[in-house]
């Protein structure tokens, strides 16, 4: 089992930018696939983005192409979520999320593939 904990959150006005940061505690880190996932004010927790354990593979929700970019840092057992040109609906709680994975290129982009969870980190884009 990894732990997941999550940072960055906070308040910012539309147009701003954040960066979230995920620290895993896993004595192997690359096997694991990573995604960031987010739950909206009062609707389902949605898929935002994920990355494969080696890096080389990342899926994007459509509501976040181009303002949203994943990352990590095999060595240091961390993956971010760089926020630009937010927007009030990016307000949620985020989630970071893991899932060992055989395949260096395969991400997953639903929930359910996904048994480790943080915390989640407040994200509120104010208009």
């Known amino acids: 089992q990894i732990q997941l904990v999550e940072s960055g959150g906070g308040l910012v006005q539309a147009g701003g930018s954040l960066r979230l940061s995920c620290t895993a505690s896993?004595?192997?880190?690359?096997?694991?696939?990573m995604g960031w996932f987010r739950r909206p004010p009062g609707k389902e927790r949605e898929f935002v983005a994920g990355i494969s354990w080696s890096g080389s593979t990342t899926s994007y929700a459509d509501s976040v192409k181009g303002r949203f970019t994943i990352s990590r840092d095999n060595a240091k057992n961390t993956v971010d979520l760089q926020m630009m040109s937010l927007k009030p609906d990016d307000t949620a709680v985020y989630y970071c999320?893991?899932?060992?994975?055989?395949?260096?290129?395969?991400?997953?982009?639903?929930?359910?593939?996904?048994?480790?969870w943080g915390q989640g980190t407040q994200v509120t884009v104010s208009s």
């Open positions: 999320a893991a899932a060992f994975a055989s395949g260096s290129a395969t991400v997953y982009s639903t929930s359910r593939r996904y048994p480790d």
């Open positions: 896993a004595r192997t880190f690359s096997p694991y696939v």
